[in-house]
């Protein structure tokens, strides 16, 4: 039986709304704030009911903990809600303006243009204008039975503008009330692609804002003079809205703010029906490993009243019965992704996958992402797109650890669309390792890359920690030395530009003490990172500074302390790194039809 809302049943008591009171499992429904034990915790923590399903006959509710992060919902039964205590009953939803129509005003007071609000006598002379009209153009009707333009009184066999159009009918809407509408239904979209981006910083420091702006431009001291609009507003000047409207300055947001965000909101998504949907899987079994499922992800309807679903973890095929699943795993004879071999050390494989020859395996492995990624927009075709596979080897095949997903041919430069580290695998540096080889590739391709926006918070989070590790081992000279030939790819930036010294802070107050000279554009050569990416570690790490009339890279003491506990950890733990002398691979060339959608 598949899982039905049953929050409106016939029946259910009625109670009032926007109190607290004592509820019975009856009277439960959507809304509702209550005690419900935390399983991590074994806690009781108050939670609000997002969805309620009958699963095998007995209600499950989908709950959300207040001040959790959103990844931590999850369907509860009833023996796991304190009904002892009071609940919290959703208030009355406010009662929602209608909409008027364009250039007309509420109450009483009519539009002078509108003809009904019109004198006897203006209407006549307004018919006798159409019937002019209508015998004067009459000849020259529009093409292929559309209809002529409407136009003012006065305006006929005239080249000038109409002086006032009647605001009756689609076609004479005011264009600027149109463009405020539009502008209006696109500010979601808008508000969470800057959310997605996730790069603002803090705005303590007004020097590091001027440094930014510098640093791009290459004039010192001047905050305003960047020649360029960043679409991501890692410049110190506030980049217009995607709207067109106001603009949206970095000062309304700061680390706290931020971190509050990413604790509390879950991973960013560009749409709004994504996040009504509530997670329909309980449990995955892949390998050796069961995973609880964090988002929604679209697999059949009848795997939602499973406990687990197994997933082979070659083929990436789904079932809902061990017996199944155990029979396909007799016959399946794939021990790795299906591609190509293209990098090979004593600990990782990766693969490359073309999603136009391997189109079912490459469904599956998104409907698997789905499950980890909230602001993923899946798609079943996955022609355009390449798919680079890292696994761990041992006697019984490659088991997958983890992908990103890149475009064949991207207009904005980017070299990551989606990438994902199953959580069975997390805070092991397997992540850092993907975004290390993300980058290694676009150092063979010649390119400057940058990660698709939006990214998910903790995507955010693994490439601000590598851009900052990155950036850091170059000016210590502990990176390899091995840089990449940008054609523009990086969206320029500091071309042209003054060095700017990378310096060391002495920790005693005196002023930094300069030790080599290095450009914005050859850090970001040597790493492969967009220009745009290496201000904003910068800025991060408040590494520039002001200095005798030009601005300069300051390593501080508390990024050097911050690397040396770096060092510690990897001299017990140990460090994964990439040897880019074992990649085989040369950029593929694709024809114009494996590069375009298969609809």
Not at 69 to 83: G, H, S
Not at 302 to 323: A, D, K, M, Q
Not at 522 to 534: C, G, I, K
């Amino acid at each position: 039986m598949v899982g039905r809302d049953t929050s409106a049943d016939a029946g259910t008591p009625e109670v009032s709304t926007g109190e607290k009171g004592f509820a019975t499992v009856a009277q439960l429904r959507i809304g509702v704030k209550l005690q419900v034990l935390h399983a991590a915790s074994n806690e009781y923590r108050l939670a609000e009911i997002l969805s309620i399903q009958t699963r095998k006959g007995e209600p499950y509710y989908y709950v959300h903990y207040e001040d959790f992060n959103k990844r931590l919902d999850e369907w509860v039964p009833v023996a796991r809600i304190d009904l002892t205590k009071e609940v919290e009953w959703p208030k009355p939803e406010k009662p929602v303006a209608k909409k008027t129509g364009v250039g007309k005003l509420e109450g009483n007071t009519a539009s002078p243009a509108t003809p009904s609000a019109a004198t006897p006598a203006a209407q006549k002379a307004l018919k006798r204008g159409r019937g002019a009209r209508d015998s004067t153009v009459g000849a020259t009707a529009s093409p292929l039975g559309q209809k002529a333009p409407k136009r003012a009184r006065g305006s006929i066999g005239s080249t000038t503008a109409a002086a006032a159009p009647s605001t009756s009918g689609k076609e004479n809407e005011d264009p600027n009330a149109a463009e405020g509408e539009a502008a209006a239904g696109d500010a979601t979209a808008g508000a969470n692609e800057e959310d997605g981006d996730a790069m603002e910083i803090d705005d303590d420091n007004a020097d590091t804002k001027a440094a930014a702006a510098a640093a791009i431009s290459g004039a010192p001291g001047s905050a305003t003079s960047t020649p360029q609009k960043k679409k991501d507003g890692a410049t110190a000047t506030p980049p217009p809205s995607a709207t067109g409207g106001s603009t949206t300055t970095s000062g309304s947001f700061s680390k706290s703010k931020e971190i509050e965000k990413l604790r509390t909101s879950g991973s960013m998504t560009q749409s709004a029906h994504e996040i009504s949907r509530v997670r329909n899987l309980s449990a995955i079994q892949i390998g050796k490993h069961v995973v609880e499922p964090w988002y929604f992800s679209p697999y059949p309807i009848e795997f939602t009243e499973e406990e687990t679903v197994y997933i082979c973890e070659f083929c990436l095929s789904y079932y809902g019965s061990l017996r199944r699943f155990q029979r396909h795993r007799s016959k399946c004879t794939l021990l790795h992704p299906p591609g190509n071999e293209i990098y090979r050390d004593n600990d990782v494989s990766f693969f490359e996958i073309d999603g136009r020859r391997q189109r079912t395996w490459c469904r599956n492995l998104c409907l698997l992402s789905k499950c980890f990624l909230d602001h993923k927009t899946l798609y079943y075709d996955v022609d355009p797109f390449l798919f680079y596979c890292m696994t761990t080897r041992d006697a019984f095949g490659c088991h997958l650890i983890g992908y990103f997903s890149k475009e064949k041919e991207s207009a904005e430069g980017y070299n990551v669309a989606c990438i994902l580290t199953l959580p069975q695998y997390q805070r092991t540096g397997f992540g850092k390792l993907l975004i290390a080889f993300s980058y290694e590739l676009s150092k063979r391709e010649g390119k400057l890359g940058s990660p698709e926006k939006p990214l998910s918070d903790l995507g955010l989070l693994s490439y601000r920690a590598y851009w900052a590790d990155t950036i850091v081992d170059i000016l210590l000279g502990e990176a390899p030395a091995s840089t990449t030939t940008s054609s523009g790819a990086g969206g320029g930036g500091a071309s042209g530009a003054k060095p700017h010294p990378a310096t060391l802070s002495s920790g005693t107050g005196n002023p930094p003490i300069p030790t080599t000279e290095i450009t914005i554009d050859e850090l970001a050569n040597m790493s492969a990172m967009t220009t745009t990416d290496v201000l904003h570690t910068l800025q991060t790490l408040n590494a520039l500074r002001y200095y005798k009339g030009q601005h300069v890279i300051c390593l501080t003491d508390a990024i050097l302390a911050q690397k040396e506990k770096q060092r510690e950890r990897q001299r017990l733990k140990g460090k994964r790194v990439l040897a880019p002398e074992r990649l085989v691979w040369k950029p593929p060339v694709f024809t114009a039809s494996s590069r375009t959608w298969n609809w």
